[in-house]
C-alpha cells in the first residue's frame, strides 16, 4: 500500500453552533446501530493521462472550496461545528483494487467525527498507474446531492486543469448556520414543528401493520426501466407536476393498495435546496418531509395531483431541530397511544441530474410495447436500515432506474421485486389514460394483505389485538386483559398502579412494534375472574382504578 498526502488550504476557519442538517445527523447517528448507513461512497474513474499529482491538486482545490470538508463536529447538548484553515489529508493507493475493496477500506468503520476529517480517498492503481478514486464521505459533512456535486467537481478538475481554482466562494455550513440563526428561520422551523404535530395527530403510525410475510433480513432489489422512461415525460407533462412527484406517487398508490391503509404516509427525504445560492451547497442539510396521502376511489392521476400538493405542503416544513421533534413525537403519542414508526422512507437521489425532459406528446405505444422487453431487475448488496420500505429514484431520465430496500418480514423478496415491476406497470398502463385506481391491483398485481380476524381499524391505524396483549402481558405483572368494546381497546389489569403507570408502560414498549398501539383505557381491578377471556366478568370485579391513562387526564 502507498500514500498521497494531500495539502490543502482554505480561506477561512472558525467555529459555530452545528446547523439543522448536522444536529439532524447526529441524532440519527447516535442512535443507529445499522451498517455504516452514515457514509456515502462514490467512485471517480481517472481519465487516461491522469497522473497522481493530477489527484493531489484536484483533492486540495476540493477541500479548499468546501469547507464542509474540512470540518469536524463535538456532539453534546450544545453540539459545535469547527472548520480548519489548513492540514494534511492521507489517500491510500492500492494496486489492483476492485471498487468493493476500495469501499470496504474506506468506509469499514465509521468516522470520529469529533477528530478525523470527514473525507476519506483511496485511489486503485493498474500497473502502478491510477485507475479510479474512491470518496467517502460522513453524513455530517455531506448528503447525496452534495456527494454528486463533489463526485462532479472532482471528476471535471481530473479531466481538466484549468478548472482546478476554488473559484467564488458559495454558501458554506457556517453561513448556513448564522442564516438559522436568525428569526426568520427560526419562525420557520418553529412552524415546522407544529406541522409534523399536526400530521402525526391523523395518519397511521406504520403503513405496514400487518402480520409477516417472511423471516428476519433484508433484500434490495433494482429496476432498469427504458418502458417506464419512454412514458414518464407525458406523464409529468399530463399531470403537471415532477418525475419524483409522478414516483413517489405510484409508490404511494402501491403501499396504500398492498397495506390496505386508505389514509398513508411516507418520509420523503428533502434536498432542502430552495432558498438562492443554495443548489451548489455542499453540505448535510437534506431532513425528513413527512408527507400524507390518501387513497382515493378516483384515478391514479388523481393521487399523483394530491401527493404533489402534500409534497409541496411538507417540503416547506421540511428543516427542523430534530432535538425538539422528540418531545413533540412523544406528546402525541401519549395522546394517541401510538408511536410513529417511520417505516416507509422515499428518496431521490438523482433529482439533479439534467436528462428529465417533459413533453406532452404521447409516447410511441409500440416502441414501449419492444422496450418492455429490456426490463432488468437485479439484486443489489443490502446495508440494514431501521425501516421496513426504502424506495429509492436513482434516475428518471431516458431510463428510469429505481431501487426497493425491504425488511423481508414485511417485503419478502417476491414483493419487493413484484413492486418494483408494478411502478413501471402503473407507468407504462397511464401512458393512453388516467388509470383507476380500482384497476390497480390487476394491471400491477399487488393486492391487499388479508389480514384475517383479530385485527380492527382504529385511529387510521390496522390493530392486531392479540399483539396488544402480548404487549400488555410484558408490561404489567399479574393477570391482563384487552378486549375491543364499543370502538376502544380497553385493558384490564391486576397489578397496583395506576393507568399512568401502565400507559406510560406502554408507550415505551411500542417501538418496532408495527401491529401494536396503546389501549384506549385502563381498568385496575382487585382480582382476575375465572375466566380470562370473559370482558364482563373482568367488569363485575371491584374497580380500583380507571381511565386513559394520558398526561391530560391528570393535568
Given at each position: ?98 471498487e468493493p475493496a476500495l469501499r470496504e477500506r474506506i468506509a469499514g468503520t465509521r468516522f470520529d467525527f469529533g477528530r478525523d476529517l470527514p473525507l476519506r480517498v483511496a ?433
Open positions: 500500500m502507498g500514500q498521497l498526502e494531500v495539502e490543502f488550504t482554505g480561506s477561512r476557519e472558525g467555529s459555530t453552533p452545528v446547523t439543522l442538517g448536522q444536529a439532524n445527523v447526529l441524532e440519527w447517528i447516535g442512535e443507529q446501530e445499522q451498517e455504516r448507513s452514515d457514509i456515502l461512497c462514490r467512485f471517480v474513474p481517472v481519465p487516461d493521462g491522469c497522473g497522481l499529482e493530477d489527484i493531489r491538486e484536484s483533492l486540495a482545490v476540493l477541500l479548499a472550496r468546501h469547507e464542509s470538508l474540512r470540518t469536524t463536529v463535538q456532539p453534546g447538548p450544545e453540539a459545535v461545528q469547527t472548520v480548519v484553515s489548513e492540514g494534511t489529508l492521507v489517500a491510500e493507493i492500492h494496486e489492483g483494487d476492485t485511489i486503485s492503481t493498474r500497473d502502478g498507474s491510477p485507475h479510479v478514486v474512491a470518496l467517502a464521505l460522513s453524513h455530517l459533512a455531506a448528503d447525496f446531492a452534495s456527494m454528486e456535486l463533489l463526485a462532479g467537481q472532482f471528476g471535471q478538475m481530473l479531466e481538466d486543469p484549468a478548472a482546478r481554482t476554488v473559484g467564488t466562494p458559495a454558501v458554506q455550513p457556517l453561513d448556513q448556520a448564522e442564516h438559522e440563526s436568525q428569526s426568520p428561520a427560526r419562525r420557520r422551523a418553529e412552524s415546522a414543528l407544529r406541522f409534523w404535530e399536526t400530521q402525526l395527530r391523523r395518519m397511521p403510525q406504520a403503513m405496514f401493520s400487518h402480520p409477516p410475510l417472511g423471516p428476519a433480513g433484508c433484500r434490495e432489489g433494482y429496476l432498469k426501466s427504458r418502458a417506464a422512461g419512454l412514458v414518464l415525460p407525458s406523464l409529468v407533462a399530463r399531470t403537471g407536476v415532477s418525475h419524483s412527484t409522478v414516483l413517489l406517487a405510484l409508490a404511494a398508490t402501491l403501499l396504500a393498495v398492498r397495506t390496505g391503509n386508505p389514509l398513508g404516509a411516507l418520509v420523503s427525504i428533502c434536498g432542502n435546496r430552495f432558498r438562492p445560492g443554495m443548489a451548489s451547497y455542499v453540505g448535510t442539510i437534506a431532513q425528513d418531509a413527512l408527507v400524507p396521502f390518501e387513497l382515493s376511489s378516483s384515478t391514479v392521476d388523481d393521487v399523483v395531483r394530491g401527493v404533489r400538493l402534500a409534497t409541496m405542503n411538507a417540503y416547506r416544513y421540511s428543516q427542523f431541530d430534530a432535538r425538539k421533534l422528540w418531545p413533540v413525537m412523544d406528546a402525541v403519542a401519549d395522546e394517541r397511544g401510538t408511536r410513529f414508526q417511520r417505516d416507509c422512507v422515499f428518496n431521490d437521489v438523482g433529482a439533479h441530474q439534467e436528462d428529465r425532459v417533459i413533453d406532452p406528446a404521447p409516447p410511441n405505444l409500440g416502441e414501449v410495447a419492444g422496450a418492455l422487453a429490456d426490463t432488468a431487475f437485479q439484486w443489489l448488496p443490502a446495508t440494514s436500515y431501521p425501516v421496513a420500505c426504502y424506495f429509492t429514484v436513482i434516475r428518471a431520465g431516458r431510463e428510469v432506474e429505481l431501487a426497493l430496500y425491504g425488511d423481508t418480514r414485511y417485503l419478502p423478496e417476491p414483493d419487493i421485486e413484484a413492486f418494483l415491476r408494478g411502478v413501471e406497470a402503473l407507468v407504462v398502463a397511464s401512458a393512453e389514460r388516467p388509470v383507476p385506481v380500482a384497476e390497480v391491483a390487476v394491471l400491477t398485481g399487488i393486492s391487499p394483505i388479508e389480514r384475517g380476524a383479530g385485527w380492527v381499524y382504529r385511529d387510521a391505524c390496522w390493530v392486531e389485538i392479540a399483539a396488544v396483549q402480548l404487549l400488555l402481558d410484558e408490561v404489567v405483572d399479574g393477570p391482563a386483559r384487552v378486549f375491543d368494546h364499543d370502538g376502544e381497546l380497553v385493558a384490564y389489569v391486576t397489578e397496583p398502579v395506576t393507568p399512568r403507570e401502565v400507559h406510560v408502560r406502554c408507550l415505551a414498549a411500542l417501538p418496532g412494534r408495527y401491529t401494536t398501539v396503546a389501549p384506549s383505557r385502563y381498568v385496575v381491578v382487585s382480582c382476575a375472574p375465572t375466566d380470562l377471556t370473559d370482558q364482563a366478568a373482568w367488569a363485575a370485579q371491584p374497580v380500583v382504578a380507571a381511565g386513559t391513562g394520558r398526561s391530560a387526564e391528570i393535568a
